[in-house]
C-alpha cells in the first residue's frame, strides 16, 4: 500500500473515532445536569464543611464556581472514560492545554482534548452568556508538534472538544459568604448558581474571531446561547481548516487600509477576502435572540 493510502487510511479512522467519540460524549453529557441540580434546577453543592459539621458557603466568583464544577464532575468523568475504554490525562500544570486528554487505552495514538468551559448568563439579556476562551493561539497552536503549554502536540489529538456548562448565577443578596450554618440547616443555603445548560461541541465551531481576554493569545467564543448550543459559531460554515488558518496569522498579516495605510488583519471577514474565499460562509457574530 503506497504511503498517501496509508495516510489516508489513518485520516478515515481517526474520523470514525472522532464521530464515535462525540457521539458517546454528547450521551453522557446530556446526563450530567440531574448528578449536580436538584429538581428546581438549584446547584446540589452548598458551601464547604469542617470536622466540626459547620457549613461554609462558597463565593459566586466564577473562577470557584469553575473549579468545583470540574471537581463535582470528575468521578463521572472517569467513569465515562472506562465505559469507553479511554484513560483520563490531566493537565500537569495549571497553564497547560486541555483540562483532560482522552487517550484510548487500546491505541495510545487515538487522544482526544476536551475542555471544561463554565459561564453564566447576562441577566439583563439572558440570550447571552459571558463568553469563554477557547485556549490559546500561540506556540503551540501555531507549531502543532510544540509541547510547550499543552500535554500532548496539539496535532496529535484526533479532536478538540468543550464540555461546556451555561448557568444562572444566584442573586449576590440572597448569599452571606460570611456566615456559616450546620449540617441540619444545608438545605436553608442558597445555592449560588442554577439552571444549569450543558453541552458539547468541538472548540472551532464555537469560536469568534476576537480575543478571548485582556492582550493574553486566547481564542474567544461567541456568545449567543443558541449558537453556542448548535455549534453554530462564526467558522461553522468554513469549516476547521479556516479556523486554523485565520487564528495562525491573527494580526500578522499586513493589507492596504481605505486610507492608503495599511493595518493587519484581525476579522474573519477581511481574512477570507485576503485569501479570496466565500464571505458568504462567513458566519455573523450576533447578539440579539434571532
Known sequence: MSKNANSTCRTVANMTEKETFARALETFVAGLKSHISTN???????GFIDIFKNVYTISSDTKIVSKILEIHLFPKIIEFAQTQG????????????????????SDESVRFAVDF????????KPHLCNGFTLGSHGEYF??????????????SYSGHFCLGIIYDRADGATIDETRSTTISELHSIASVARNF????????????DKGGSGNTANIGSINNI???????????????HWFDEYWMNYRKITIQDEKGGTKNISTLQEFVEYKNGDLSLVVKKRNGKK
Open 40 to 46: 428546581d434546577g438549584q446547584w446540589t453543592v452548598k
Open 86 to 105: 479511554y484513560k483520563v490525562i490531566l493537565a500537569e500544570h495549571q497553564n497547560y492545554y486541555p483540562d483532560i486528554s482522552f487517550v484510548k487505552s
Open 117 to 124: 468551559k463554565t459561564t453564566y448568563r447576562n441577566p439583563k
Open 142 to 155: 501555531e507549531n502543532r508538534t510544540s509541547g510547550k503549554n499543552i500535554q500532548f502536540p496539539y496535532g
Open 197 to 208: 445548560q450543558f453541552f458539547v461541541t468541538e472548540k472551532w465551531k464555537i469560536a469568534s
Open 226 to 240: 443558541v449558537d453556542i448550543i448548535s455549534g453554530h459559531g462564526m467558522f461553522s460554515k468554513l469549516g476547521e
